[in-house]
């Protein structure tokens, strides 16, 4: 079974082409921001990462460089 439109995932960058590919609410629905390796049943899955929130980007300061 194909979804509509291709998706990236939010969280990791995958691809979703598939209905299997997206992840799940809490209700079971289909989350379409997030792929079936990262998000399940309304929670982020556990990579390495914090759980139960989306990991930000890391923004520092531009350091400046003498040349």
């Given at each position: ?12 960058g ?23 390796s ?30």
């Open positions: 079974m194909k979804a509509l439109a291709s998706n990236i995932c939010e969280n990791c995958r691809p979703m082409h598939h209905l299997y590919d997206f992840g799940t609410n809490k209700d079971g629905t289909i989350n379409t921001e997030y792929c079936h990262c998000y399940v049943r309304g929670k982020f899955v556990n990579h390495g990462k914090a759980v139960g929130r989306r990991p930000r980007k890391k923004v520092g300061k531009k350091r400046e460089v003498a040349l």
